[in-house]
């Protein structure tokens, strides 16, 4: 009797240990989580400081974000916030295709292109706006007649340059190809190396390739700011770069999202009032030009950041335009309503 008395306080001690070790495991177990495993604003569980890769494309989205190159600011304490500027588009478009980019700049045609092919990604917000200018030299022009019987230098037909031209001429009762004669002969930095020479008398360029020209040749002129004619056309500006979210944990974190905005706000808000500082990190990090022309660039590359709520109309007009000129520039067809965040 007395040893079945022992056995059962032995049983209990043991099931009473074994209550304490399960109790210990399972608040172990749920601060493993809360440390390694917070939630999105989806409820999808973040990994231990999973990588958030950001990228600018080389050039103007690049000034605007020029800022955010240089300091490396974190935008949550849950994540590991990286870098990079990307030397071309198709390299970019790479890297969201492989899944290695979740925030990055493109121009806007090419973020519409890519939507209509099937990639998850959302237009967050546009960055910049219209870059692109006629310049001329040798040749007297004051207005859009001036060009009747001129040959202008275009940059890759069917490109986005070659769109907005062609769009422009017309609605400035010019005809492409009759009128004025159109040259696709010539690329971006080869058309620079003639107009600096004197060469070439009239060219459409982007900036900051506007700036390295008219400083190597104090002939040159602009002609025409397309972003200024195309608010004389439509209602409202030239969206040529978008921001984009790739990445569903991105996308459903509302308030990493806004973080983000606010600091690339907050960056090109920085470049545009401090051209000179921005000019010395742009050379720093060798987006193209030296602090000196970069300088001079800065004013003239139209950076700002618009929501993509408030900039919808702007951008529809503008994809509407590529479209009815070159539907293959952004994926054959508009892109619906899922297309914005």
């Known amino acids: ?8 306080k032995e049983y209990s001690n043991m099931s009473k240990r074994f209550l304490n070790i399960l109790v210990l495991f399972c608040t172990a177990s749920i601060l493993v989580f809360a440390i390694n495993g917070c939630s999105n604003a989806s409820g999808a569980p973040y990994e231990n400081k999973s990588v958030i890769n950001i990228g600018s494309l080389k050039g103007p989205t690049s000034i605007g974000m020029i800022k955010l190159h240089e300091e ?13 500027i990307i030397a071309t588009p198709d390299i970019m478009i790479s890297k969201i295709l492989s899944g290695e980019m979740a925030l990055a700049t493109l121009p806007t045609n090419v973020a519409a292109k890519l ?3 099937g990639t998850n990604l959302k237009l967050a917000a546009i960055t910049g706006y219209g870059t692109l200018y006629i310049l001329y030299q040798n040749v007297p022009i004051s207005g859009w007649d001036d060009l009747k019987g001129k040959k202008i230098n275009v940059l890759s037909k069917g490109s986005t340059p070659d769109i907005l031209l062609r769009y422009i001429l017309e609605k400035n009762n010019l005809e492409p190809g009759k009128d004025v004669e159109l040259d696709y002969s010539l690329e971006q930095v080869e058309l620079s190396q003639l107009m600096i020479a004197g060469k070439a008398d009239i060219a459409i360029l982007p900036e900051p390739f506007v700036s390295l020209v008219i400083k190597k040749n104090d002939k ?19 969206p040529m770069s978008c921001l984009v979210a790739t990445s569903d944990d991105v996308i459903n974190d509302s308030k990493l999202m806004d973080k983000f905005f606010e600091i690339y706000k907050s960056s090109i808000s920085w470049v545009n009032s401090n051209p000179e500082q921005a000019a010395k990190l742009i050379e720093k990090f060798d987006i193209g030009v030296n602090a000196d022309i970069a300088s001079d660039a800065i004013s003239r590359c139209n950076l700002e950041f618009s929501s993509s709520e408030d900039s919808k109309n702007e951008i529809s007009i503008y994809l509407k335009i590529i479209l009815d000129f070159s539907p293959g520039d952004i994926g054959g067809k508009m892109p619906d309503e899922n297309f914005y965040y």
């Not at 009797?1 to 059962?8: A, D, G, H, I, Y």
């Not at 040159?220 to 030239?238: A, V």
């Open 115 to 117: 939507y209509n092919k």
């Open 72 to 84: 490396k600011p974190s935008l949550s304490d849950r994540v590991s916030t990286n870098y990079e």
């Open 1 to 8: 009797m007395l040893k079945r008395v022992l056995k059962r």
């Open 220 to 238: 040159i002129r602009i002609g025409f700011d397309l972003e200024e004619e195309w608010e004389k056309i439509q209602d409202g500006r030239l």
